[in-house]
Nanobody, 120 residues
Framework: QVQLLESGGGLVQPGGSLRLSCTAS????????MAWYRQAPGKQRELVAS???????HYADSVKGRLSISRDHASNTVHLQMNSLKPEDTAVYYC??????????????WGQGTLVTVSS
């Protein structure tokens, strides 16, 4: 069973930085797209950044120039480096991966979420 394990959330002051990580494990043949979503209180979940198997990236307009997504194929890990954080970045951040498993076609998996709070 494929699982995604996230780490790196926490409390940071405005202008500060955090680095989120997410590692996939369990019966993986190939990981295609990986992404980070976030959901703020009272709002819908939104795409923050994504990266495909070739390294092409996509960012929400609100985070361009401040957040950077990267992945390590060897360890099945995706990172989200977050700089110049703003209070409006406060949300639960979810890792997402499109994974083909040994006995399953490619399907989406989600992490449990990690809370990022930007506040002074």
């Amino acid at each position: 069973q494929v699982q995604l394990l996230e780490s790196g959330g926490g409390l940071v002051q405005p202008g500060g930085s955090l680095r989120l990580s997410c590692t996939a494990s369990g019966g993986i043949i190939v990981i295609r797209n990986m992404a980070w979503y976030r959901q703020a209180p009272g709002k819908q979940r939104e795409l923050v950044a994504s990266i495909d198997s070739g390294g092409s990236t996509h960012y929400a307009d609100s985070v361009k120039g401040r957040l950077s997504i990267s992945r390590d194929h060897a360890s099945n890990t995706v990172h989200l480096q977050m700089n110049s954080l703003k209070p409006e970045d406060t949300a639960v951040y979810y890792c997402n991966a499109a994974v083909q498993g040994f006995a399953t076609p490619t399907q989406d998996y989600w992490g449990q979420g990690t809370l990022v709070t930007v506040s002074s």
